[in-house]
């Protein structure tokens, strides 16, 4: 899935991995007060929630689906999947973070 979103727009893998950086205030924040970094910053957020809902069972979605960002919403899917052990899902989230590293590849 992260080299699915990463050919989208290499933004929309950088807000499921360091996700949202505006106050959590400002997400409930009258639309018309945005300034044109916070729209831009929230629309990415948007997306990359609906690119993983769409790849998500029913189950898994209900798990997450109080979840106001995309890296909530993957840390959650990572959580759920390491718990439960599941050979290859996790592995199909394709990506841990390294000590210190940014890279996707490991």
């Known amino acids: ?6 050919s989208l727009d290499y933004d ?3 807000m499921i991995v360091f996700g949202l950086e505006l106050p959590k205030e400002y997400i409930s924040k009258p639309r018309i007060r945005y300034n044109e970094k916070e ?21 898994e979605f209900d798990r997450i689906s109080s ?18 052990n599941i050979e290859g899902v996790t592995s199909c989230l ?4 390294g000590k210190g590293s940014r890279s996707i590849w490991s």
Do not use: G, R, V
């Not at 394709?94 to 973070?97: G, I, L, Y």
């Open 39 to 59: 729209k831009e910053m929230l629309k990415l957020n948007a997306k990359a929630k609906h690119i993983i809902y769409c790849a998500l069972s029913s189950n």
């Open 94 to 97: 394709c990506w841990k973070p």
């Open 1 to 6: 899935m992260s080299t699915f979103i990463q």
């Open 67 to 84: 979840c106001e960002s995309a890296k909530e919403i993957w840390d959650k899917l990572e959580d759920f999947h390491e718990e439960k």
């Open 12 to 14: 929309l893998w950088d």
